[in-house]
């Protein structure tokens, strides 16, 4: 399906005469496919299991950079990860994280990966919810497919458009709580982007979200 929709997407963009920020926003949301597409041909069993977050989000990353370079998006744009601000932003992020990544847990209930908390996981996690899955899913969702959707729909249907994306690409969780609560952080995550025009927050917001979830509650609820 992933296969398919990749090419009729391309396929589409290729012979219609389609409107420009149509063609862009169509060629965006193919990352989506394509990254189903490339992770679901990896041959995991080959990978050990600490390395598994890195190596998959490498690859979705991988797709955005290959998308702006060939677009000729300024990735400095799309970032603008400003200096200015930043106590205020990890602040921020770290308390809208939190809650989200409670009421996530609330939901989910995820078992501990480790039979005991150890600071070099948590350590370890932190990174890899900040620099892997939070700055690759907000790059994704927000700096592209959100901005892209936007321009074509107009402010507030891509905002919600793109949770809707967001909230999609979730359903390996088999949670229909998880599929609305997904959908509600991001509307949240895509407001903050919108109003902010940095990706700053919502990494931040993601990542702590996530580390609450998976490296964290589940220890200390157990």
């Not at 458009?161 to 359903?171: D, P, R, T, Y």
Request: proline share 4%; hydrophobic share 55%.
């Amino acid at each position: 399906m992933a296969l398919f929709l990749a090419l009729g997407i391309y396929v589409t963009v290729s012979v219609m005469n389609l409107n420009q920020l149509v063609s862009a926003c169509a060629e965006s949301l193919a990352l989506i496919p394509l990254y189903i597409l490339f992770t679901s041909s990896l041959p995991w069993f080959f990978i050990s299991q600490q390395y598994l977050l890195p190596t998959v989000y490498s690859i979705i990353i991988g797709l955005c950079l290959w998308h702006i370079y060939q677009n000729k998006l300024s990735i400095a744009r799309i970032m603008d990860l400003k200096k200015s601000g930043l106590v205020r932003n990890i602040a921020l992020g770290l308390g809208i994280g939190m809650l989200l990544g409670s009421v996530e847990y609330l939901i989910l209930h995820p078992a501990p990966s480790f039979p005991t908390f150890e600071f070099r996981y948590l350590f370890r996690d932190t990174i890899y919810m900040l620099l892997f899955v939070g700055f690759g899913e907000e790059l994704l969702f927000r700096g592209l497919i959100q901005v892209d959707l936007m321009k074509v729909f107009g402010g507030k249907w891509g905002l919600v458009l793109a949770a809707a994306m967001f909230a999609v690409m979730h359903l390996t969780w088999r949670s229909i709580p998880e599929l609305f609560f997904v959908f509600a952080a991001g509307l949240v995550l895509g407001y903050v982007y919108w109003k902010t025009k940095s990706l700053a927050l919502p990494i931040i917001i993601h990542a702590a979200n996530n580390v609450m979830l998976v490296a964290i509650l589940p220890y200390l609820t157990r």
